[in-house]
């Protein structure tokens, strides 16, 4: 299974610490968004867990676990844009995006 945590939000950006208390737990609970009483429970072990994707236009947040990332497989993609604060409010500077990156 393919974890991509991109679709919905910034899950490094603004969530890295429920994301990792998540692993930690070894599951996450998905509501459906087109069905909410729809809600599907998966495992997140890296015997389940063939890669997770992390989309973000911030990974500094997550920086910190990567001890416990460290047994899945990962991708990142970072989007670093030409905009400023006036168009991204709660995006850091991009000197310290790139490096983070």
């Known amino acids: 299974m393919i974890i991509n945590t991109g ?3 910034d899950i490094p950006a603004f969530y890295a610490d429920w994301f990792a208390n998540r692993l930690q737990e070894g599951f996450v609970l998905v509501r459906n968004p087109y069905d909410p009483q729809s809600i599907t429970r998966y495992r997140l ?6 890669c997770i994707g992390f989309c973000t236009k911030n990974p500094e947040p997550m920086l910190k676990y990567t001890e416990l990332l460290e047994p899945f497989h990962q991708f990142w ?11 991204e409010p709660r995006v850091p500077n991009k000197m310290k995006l790139l490096d983070s990156f």
Do not use: F, L, N
């Not at 072990?45 to 063939?50: A, E, K, L, Q």
């Not at 993609?77 to 168009?87: L, N, R, S």
């Open 45 to 50: 072990t890296p015997d389940i867990v063939d």
């Open 7 to 9: 679709q919905r939000t």
């Open 77 to 87: 993609y970072v989007t670093i844009t030409p905009y400023g604060t006036e168009i």
